[in-house]
């Protein structure tokens, strides 16, 4: 199998990049980035661009892959609903339909949030822009499209988020995730993610939107 992966640098991408060099089904991931990971393996190629609400310059290079896992997302703390629709619909948008454009034949994840509101209507003004962002994902020509809620995310395997914020939630949380860890509905970790991901463009789902005891539920079914 050959994977797309976007965000590659961030604490849930970094997870789902880890996975994907593990999988001995994923042959080649092409990582789309604005600066490079750092990261090198025989698998890994890395396709720095700039402009990611243009990808014209790259669109062919991003043709015959079987899976786009896209991991981008920014907190919308301290955000315009202008400003956070530009960089979570609008760009997430802009490599969804370069995708389709290249034939389309191939399995987009998306990894979305917990709280999501496909309603598009509700009051909490990110989980409107995720929801509008699902709703249009799912009505485009892919092979498959599934969309990801994950609540809160254990980083595992040494990573760590870029958000300082973030880091410290991590840090306190972290010694009580033996104990986090048995509410599913809420709390999953990076290499579920990574993994459950994988298997779902590999072999699908029973639905589209996958909440976190979804995740967590396909993770101990399928191994």
């Not at 080649?28 to 700039?50: C, D």
């Not at 790259?58 to 956070?84: H, N, P, Q, R």
């Not at 917990?114 to 995720?130: F, H, I, L, N």
Request: net charge positive; charged share 20%; glycine share 10%.
């Amino acid at each position: 199998m050959k994977v797309i992966l976007f965000g590659a640098t961030g604490m849930i991408g970094q997870g789902v990049l880890r996975e994907c060099l593990l999988d001995p089904e994923v042959e080649r991931v092409l990582a789309v980035v604005r600066s490079p990971t750092g990261e090198t393996h025989q698998k890994l190629t890395e396709l720095v661009h700039q402009d990611f609400y243009d990808f014209s310059a790259i669109a062919a290079d991003l043709a015959g892959y079987d899976a786009c896992l896209f991991c981008l997302g920014v907190s919308s703390a301290g955000m315009k609903e202008a400003d956070y629709t530009h960089v979570t619909y609008d760009l997430t948008l802009a490599a969804a339909q370069t995708l389709v454009a290249q034939g389309g034949g191939l399995t987009f994840i998306y990894i979305s949030g917990a709280g999501t509101d496909p309603s598009e209507q509700g009051r909490s003004m990110w989980a409107r822009v995720k929801g509008k962002t699902e709703n249009a994902l799912l009505k485009l020509p892919f092979k498959a499209a599934y969309m990801f809620r994950p609540g809160f995310i254990q980083p595992r395997g040494g990573i760590k988020s870029k958000t300082t914020m973030y880091r410290i939630i991590y840090a306190i949380l972290g010694p009580l995730y033996f104990l986090l860890k048995r509410l599913p509905k809420f709390v999953t970790s990076t290499d579920r993610v990574g993994k459950v991901m994988l298997d779902v463009a590999k072999h699908g789902a029973p639905k589209p939107v996958l909440e976190n005891a979804d995740i967590n539920q396909l993770a101990e079914v399928r191994g």
